[in-house]
């Protein structure tokens, strides 16, 4: 079973890395101003309208939630990058530059999923999206309160092992709507 999430955390990071590429030819590293808070409240905007799709049922924005997944899993990978980039103060990086950060980071957090996939034997495949909605929201409220004590913790992950969990998870979400829209196909 892990070849098949292999497979398709591969794909989808794929599909997420190509529209990585395609924005930043379009409009360059402008998220490079950023700060970490900055990237973790415009992930929390789309865990958010997420979660109100969810729960109205309706919505009148067309960007559908598989978008917002992929937002999520891209401002994720930027606020690895940024961690990887403290200290460089350029504003604009060529993709040619960012590429290698953006796939060690996917690899490291397809790492960290497998290890956790071994010890929890897929779980997340029962899982339903609008909980890990939630769960990915209460990460993001970890991450804030991480942020607000400047990083320290007494037991507890950083900011890195969370900004991977929100990833992976989006990662999930967007595989478990995949099977679900090819069992009512």
Request: proline residues 2%.
């Amino acid at each position: 079973m892990i070849e098949k999430t292999v497979s398709e955390y591969t794909q989808v990071i794929g599909d997420c890395k190509s529209i990585f590429r395609k924005k930043t030819l379009d409009y360059g590293t402008a998220w490079r101003i950023l700060r970490l808070p900055s990237i973790t409240d415009q992930i929390y905007i789309k865990a958010q309208r997420i979660r109100s799709i969810q729960e109205k049922g309706t919505q009148k924005v067309a960007d559908n939630i598989e978008g917002e997944f992929v937002g999520i899993i891209n401002y994720c990978l930027m606020a690895l990058i940024q961690l990887d980039l403290q200290g460089d103060e350029r504003l604009e990086l060529s993709y040619q530059e960012l590429e290698p950060l953006y796939d060690k980071w996917a690899a490291q957090t397809l790492e960290l999923l497998t290890n956790k996939n071994h010890d929890y034997g897929e779980a997340w495949r029962n899982m339903r999206v609008p909980s890990i909605t939630d769960i990915i929201l209460m990460k993001l409220l970890r991450v804030k309160q991480i942020e607000d004590n400047q990083g320290r913790t007494l037991i507890s992950e950083g900011v890195q092992a969370n900004y991977q969990d929100m990833l992976n998870y989006s990662v999930f979400a967007l595989i478990l709507l995949k099977e679900q829209e090819h069992a009512s196909a």
